[in-house]
Each structure stands twice: as structure tokens, then as C-alpha cells.
């Protein structure tokens, strides 16, 4: 089973200023199969990125993803308010999906 | 626009056996391009996948569930479902349900989720 661990557990930003989150995998990642979600507070999951790099249909272009193998990052190039959120990233391999453990996005 | 909605009971007695249903409305559960997908998140906690079937009735499980995870579909009514049995409370969590892209595995859309207790 392939383990994502994401860092900072927490992030603690200003609107405005620029996001960057990691998530690391346990072993090689096919980009095809790394995708980003956004979630607030009493929602479901949103799609964000497909394919380590690709955005969502509706994702505004502030939303960024990139990598490869272990290392894959989430950016958001300036924060909105409504950016706040908790985000989770999520692979596929071997007929298995796993999720890493998320990172809060909290407003400074 | 494609929409799915989670339905069943909001509390299960612990040693039974959670049952929810997912209907899919603006698209056709047979589609040859969609898994469909259980996902759960016990409170304030992270995500966790359960599995997914294609229309056909092919299964996927998390092998940590697998032993008390059944998924069905029922194309006539355009919906599919999950039963866990054995629960604890630790099963307690909201459950999701999601089309998966088939061959290229992300969940898009989710349902709206609902929040299953399990407590005597």
C-alpha cells in the first residue's frame, strides 16, 4: 500500500500571499494517478487537479499542481479568502486508492 | 449536471450491519467510462477509501475493510450501495459516495455525504 504524507500538517497564511504543499508518497506515484481535493468545513471533497497537473473543470488558474515519482506539490498562487480550506491529495495503484492525511489551510 | 446522494439509516447498533444507498441522478450509472466509489471520514479525521464497483458488478475493496465490505449495483434504479457489517464505533464516520474516472482513478462529483453513528 502506497502511504501519502502531506506537509505542513497546518499552513498559516495571509490572502494574498502564495501556497505551497507537499505531499510526499511512500513509493513512485504514476502522475496519471495523483489528484488534489479541496474540502470545507461541513462539505464533500472538491476535485482540484487531476493528473498531478491538470485543473478541474470550474478551478481557477491560481490553483497549480506539479511533480513526479515521490514529491508532488499543490500551489495556490495568491490566496483568496475563500481558499481556506483543508486539502487532501490522493493516488491510485495496484487496484488501491489511499489519501494523505490532509493540510489545513488557516487564515494568519 | 451529474449528482449522487447517500441514503440509509444515521445510527447502527454496534455487531450490525451499516447499509446506505447512493442514487445517481443527471447520468447513467452504466456508463463504460465511471467506476463509482465509497469513501468515509470519521469525524474531524482524514479520508479513507472503501472501495468501488463498475456497472458490470466488478468490485474493489480496501483490503482493511475487505472482509466486511459488500458493494452492489443496481442499474434499473441507478444506484449502488454499501454494507459493512461487524461495525464498532470506530466505523463511525460520514460516508461518501463518488464517480470514479475510470483509467484515470479521481473521485469527481461527490455526494453530500452522511453522517453515520454506530452506538447502542
Known amino acids: 500500500e502506497i502511504v501519502l504524507t502531506q506537509s505542513p500538517g497546518t499552513l498559516s497564511l495571509s490572502p494574498g500571499e502564495r501556497a505551497t504543499l507537499s505531499c510526499r508518497a511512500s513509493?513512485?506515484?504514476?502522475?496519471?494517478?495523483l489528484a488534489w481535493y479541496q474540502q470545507k468545513p461541513g462539505q464533500a471533497p472538491r476535485l482540484l487537479i487531476y493528473?498531478?497537473?491538470s485543473r478541474a473543470t470550474g478551478i481557477p488558474d491560481r490553483f497549480s499542481g506539479s511533480g513526479s515519482g515521490t514529491d508532488f506539490t499543490l500551489t495556490i498562487s495568491r490566496l483568496e479568502p475563500e481558499d481556506f480550506a483543508v486539502y487532501y491529495c490522493?493516488?491510485?495503484?495496484?487496484?488501491?486508492?489511499?489519501f494523505g492525511q490532509g493540510t489545513k489551510l488557516e487564515i494568519k | 449536471q451529474l449528482q449522487l446522494q447517500e441514503s440509509g439509516p444515521g445510527l447502527v447498533k454496534p455487531s450490525e450491519t451499516l447499509s446506505l444507498t447512493c442514487t445517481v441522478s443527471?447520468?447513467?450509472?452504466?456508463?463504460?467510462?465511471?467506476?463509482w466509489g465509497w469513501i468515509r471520514q470519521p469525524p474531524g479525521k482524514g479520508l479513507e477509501w472503501i472501495g468501488s464497483?463498475?456497472?458490470?458488478?466488478?468490485?474493489y475493496y480496501n483490503p482493511s475493510l475487505k472482509s466486511r465490505v459488500t458493494i452492489s449495483v443496481d442499474t434499473s434504479k441507478n444506484q449502488f450501495s454499501l454494507k459493512l457489517s461487524s461495525v464498532t464505533a470506530a466505523d463511525t464516520a460520514v460516508y461518501y459516495c463518488?464517480?470514479?474516472?475510470?483509467?484515470?482513478?479521481?473521485?469527481?462529483?461527490w455526494g453530500q455525504g452522511t453522517l453515520v453513528t454506530v452506538s447502542s
Open positions: 463518488a464517480r470514479v474516472r475510470r483509467f484515470h482513478n479521481w473521485f469527481d462529483p
Open positions: 443527471g447520468g447513467s450509472i452504466s456508463s463504460s467510462s465511471y467506476y
Open positions: 464497483i463498475y456497472y458490470s458488478g466488478s468490485t
Open positions: 513509493q513512485s506515484v504514476s502522475s496519471s494517478y
Open positions: 493528473g498531478a497537473s
Open positions: 490522493q493516488q491510485y495503484g495496484s487496484s488501491l486508492y489511499s
